[in-house]
């Protein structure tokens, strides 16, 4: 379903971002590949209403790929099986790099890299289990040290498809720079497709292919008030304001269509990011704050783009 031979872009799985109305946008304007947002194993298994809205897919996502995220045995087994139920869903990803410490008491996310024998068995669990066409696991480094290459090999053994590698440690957090020469180091130790992550942006893109000569890059952070980078990375050229403001309207407009009325506030940190770098915009952000219906937020974009 993915094609790593022409060196597929990412969106990478952002909590709170990388909802339905964002992967759409995206889609329209570059990226080959969707991760929804991490969903909790324990969430799906219980089926909270909130996960359920948030597993769906947008119109554009094609493949489109689940990322859960847990540390127990047993309710991973329950998630993939509830996934396995969804027609719409192409993938499982399982999310081993979430380095938040809400994530890492539970044992789950990059608390996994500190215990590979655990790490192991849940990658086992989803991948027997998974009736997906794609079975991905997407990590960072290493907790404390960097040992990319023994988590990658773990991958490749238990028949993963493709892996997707955070340049940083869970230590780092989002500090320092990514390390793209460990992530070069695992690609060269394994031969199932790997997706550098971390600090990517329009400028670095060929030199993060070019040092870790990985099958495709995963952009996360860089994308958020940016939905445009996929379409500059892959045309090299910067996207007119004209363009740009088409695609924060049309983002607007896919969130009132998920959210409802609700959209109009939640788009509110978006168009915090968007409007970075622009005149004026502190009264711009100041103003979107106190706007709560949806056709008085339309014309305040309208006008301020």
């Not at 794609?134 to 988590?151: A, D, H, M, W």
Request: aromatic share 8%; proline share 3%.
């Amino acid at each position: 379903m993915i094609d790593f031979s022409k060196k597929p872009l990412f969106l990478a799985p952002m909590a709170g971002f990388s909802d339905l109305p964002f992967r759409n946008v995206v889609k329209k304007f570059g990226a080959d590949v969707t991760l929804s947002e991490m969903i909790s194993s324990n969430a799906l298994v219980y089926e909270s209403s909130k996960t359920l809205h948030m597993l769906k897919r947008a119109q554009l996502e094609s493949p489109y790929i689940v990322q859960i995220a847990g540390s127990d045995k047993e309710v991973i087994k329950k998630a993939v099986h509830i996934l396995n139920e969804m027609v719409f869903i192409d993938g499982i990803d399982f999310n081993c790099g979430c380095p938040v410490n809400k994530v890492v008491k539970q044992c789950a996310g990059s608390a996994l890299l500190e215990n590979l024998e655990l790490f192991k068995t849940l990658v086992g669990v989803i991948k027997e289990n998974n009736k997906k066409s794609l079975t991905s696991v997407k990590f960072r480094l290493g907790f404390n040290e960097k040992y990319p290459e023994k988590i990658a090999q773990i991958c490749q053994s238990l028949g993963v498809g493709f892996i997707s590698i955070h340049g940083r440690t869970r230590k780092q957090l989002y500090s320092g720079k990514a390390d793209y020469e460990s992530i070069a180091n695992a690609k060269a130790s394994v031969q199932i497709p790997v997706i550098a992550n971390g600090d990517i942006n329009a400028q670095n893109a060929n030199e993060v292919y070019n040092i870790t000569q990985c099958d495709g890059l995963m952009i996360g952070r860089a994308s958020i008030g940016n939905p445009w980078i996929f379409h500059e990375i892959k045309s090299g050229k910067k996207v007119d304001e004209n363009l740009k403001k088409e695609i924060i309207l049309t983002h607007f407009d896919e969130m009132i269509k998920h959210y409802k009325d609700q959209g109009v506030s939640i788009f509110r940190k978006h168009l915090h990011e968007y409007s970075k770098g622009y005149k004026d915009a502190s009264a711009f952000r100041d103003e979107i704050n106190h706007i709560t219906t949806v056709q008085k937020m339309r014309e305040t974009i309208q006008l301020f783009f």
